[in-house]
C-alpha cells in the first residue's frame, strides 16, 4: 500500500502602511488594506514523489517572473520545478 502524507501551512504577508506616507512610502493616500494578504502552501508525497502547491494573494506576475519563483522553491527543497506549482489569486470585495 502506498502511503500518503500531507501538510499545510499558510500565513499573513499583509504589509505594514506608514500611517503618514502609506503603502511602501510612496502612497500617502494609501494608509490600510482592506483584505489581507495570504500565502499557503501544501506539500504532498506519495509512492516517493513531492508536489508542493503555493497560493499567494498577489496579482501581476509575469509567466517568467512566476517560473523563478518556482525554481527557487524547487532548489530550496531539491526537488524538480516540476513538482512546484505555483498560484496567484485575485482579490476581490463583493458589493
Not at 67 to 77: E, G, I, P, S, T
Not at 87 to 94: A, F, G, I, P, V
Amino acid at each position: 500500500m502506498i502511503q500518503f502524507r500531507a501538510s499545510m501551512t499558510g500565513f499573513d504577508e499583509t504589509p505594514r502602511i506608514h500611517p503618514e506616507y502609506g503603502a511602501w512610502g510612496t502612497t500617502p493616500t494609501m494608509t490600510q488594506v482592506d483584505l489581507p494578504l495570504l500565502s499557503r502552501c501544501l506539500a504532498m508525497e506519495a509512492g516517493g514523489r513531492t508536489l508542493l502547491w503555493y497560493s499567494h494573494d498577489l496579482t501581476g506576475l509575469s509567466c517568467a517572473a512566476t517560473l523563478q519563483l518556482r525554481r527557487f522553491v524547487a532548489d530550496a527543497v531539491c526537488v524538480s520545478v516540476d513538482q512546484v506549482i505555483w498560484s496567484t489569486n485575485k482579490l476581490s470585495r463583493e458589493a
